[in-house]
């Protein structure tokens, strides 16, 4: 089954609270196709929770847009983490809070192929904003995860992410709810009602200032996402630089 996934307990956590608001059923088939919805709202509306990269969802998002449904695609993004690691007995052996803090632009590399839908007029992104747990299990040694993606070997494994509580939510489904990923310095008409034009280096710029180094980072591919969407546009090319503005 193409769906088929090792279900965390966060994202069973999340779809029984969003079957619970939306008076949905979990896990129904889509039509005669192989896919199986998260949860199917009592209009027939399909609400899926997508705890990591969103562009894994992107054929069965188009499916389900092209036949006409309301599709809500929700994300988690852990604002606060904390690390529980447990012996092979189940024991807890230790719990310490992760000094990372996520933002939507730590989830940005997800969205490569997936964006161009999150502004068609039934497609709605919300996100999350979330205290979390982690959990691993020590292993004796050095040990490969399940999907082999491990660069660095690591001495534990992980059991899957525990919501603890859920802080606020942000909802994108129009283009300006993505303008305001854009520093406010370059989205503010002048006088004359144009928006300013600026290159990636000034973006990275403004977003250090208004949004933080961490966020900053993620300049480029803000860019080339907004881009793709249709947001910004590309006014002009000097030499090797492109020079950037938010589309009218």
């Not at 989830?107 to 497609?123: A, D, V």
């Not at 899957?160 to 709810?177: A, H, V």
């Not at 305001?180 to 250090?208: H, W, Y």
């Not at 546009?233 to 950037?244: L, P």
Request: glycine fraction near 4%; aromatic fraction near 6%; hydrophobic fraction near 35%.
């Amino acid at each position: 089954m193409i769906n088929t996934y090792n279900e965390s307990a966060l994202h069973e956590t999340l779809k029984k609270l969003y079957a619970l608001e939306s008076n949905g059923i979990m896990e129904v088939q889509l039509d005669d196709t192989p896919w199986i919805c998260d949860i199917l709202d009592e209009n027939k509306n399909v609400i899926e929770i997508q705890t990591s990269n969103l562009s894994a969802l992107t054929e069965k998002a188009l499916y389900i847009l092209e036949t006409g449904r309301k599709l809500k695609i929700v994300h988690p993004i852990a604002e606060n983490k904390w690390i529980e690691l447990y012996g092979s007995d189940g024991e807890l052996l230790h719990r310490k809070k992760s000094p990372k803090k996520a933002t939507i632009y730590d989830s940005l590399r997800g969205m490569t192929k997936i964006c161009p839908l999150f502004l068609q007029e039934n497609c709605e992104l919300e996100l999350l904003y979330c205290d979390i747990s982690e959990m691993r299990r020590k292993t004796e040694g050095l040990s490969q995860n399940q999907t082999n993606s491990r660069r660095h070997l690591k001495d534990w494994l992980p059991m899957g992410k525990r919501l603890e509580k859920i802080s606020r939510k942000e909802k994108f489904s129009k283009k300006e709810d993505w303008e305001k990923l854009i520093p406010e310095s370059l989205r503010q008409k002048d006088e004359k009602g144009k928006f300013p034009a600026f290159r990636a280096v000034d973006l990275k710029r403004e977003m250090a200032k208004e949004k933080g180094a961490k966020s900053s980072r993620w300049a480029p591919l803000l860019i080339w996402i907004l881009v793709k969407m249709q947001i910004l546009e590309i006014t002009e090319v000097k030499g090797r630089s492109k020079i950037y503005s938010v589309s009218s």
